[in-house]
């Protein structure tokens, strides 16, 4: 069994800055793509950022200059740097990874989701 465990969200004030952290455990063969959304409340959901396979990072326009994905393979992990913090970054945030697992004779890729975790910028 897969599972996604993230940390790291919290209360911050405009201008601040906020890490999250996302760590997939199980039997892991590979991981193609790794990913952030947030949904605030009545809202759609919106791709932040994400990494597929060996390309670079991708950006929503919202974020871009003031977020940074990064990952370390080795731990199945992947990380979300928030600076500049602003009100409208209000969300819950979650991750997500399109993951091959199970044993050698059964894999199978399959979307795993994070619980989620709020990030509120407020004064």
């Known amino acids: 069994q897969v599972q996604l465990v993230e940390s790291g969200g919290g209360d911050v004030q405009p201008g601040g800055s906020l890490r999250l952290s996302c760590a997939a455990s199980?039997?892991?063969?590979?991981?193609?793509?790794m990913n952030w959304y947030r949904q605030a409340p009545g809202k759609e959901r919106e791709l932040v950022a994400r990494?597929?396979?060996?390309?670079?990072?991708n950006y929503g326009d919202s974020v871009k200059g003031r977020f940074t994905l990064s990952r370390d393979s080795a731990k199945n992990t992947v990380y979300l740097q928030m600076n500049s913090l602003k009100p409208e970054d209000t969300s819950v945030y979650c991750c997500?990874?399109?993951?091959?697992?199970?044993?050698?004779?059964?894999?199978?890729?399959?979307?795993?989701w994070g619980q989620g975790n709020q990030v509120t910028v407020s004064s």
């Open positions: 997500n990874m399109n993951i091959l697992a199970g044993d050698s004779s059964s894999a199978r890729w399959n979307e795993y």
């Open positions: 199980g039997s892991i063969f590979s991981i193609n793509s």
């Open positions: 990494i597929v396979g060996a390309g670079g990072a």
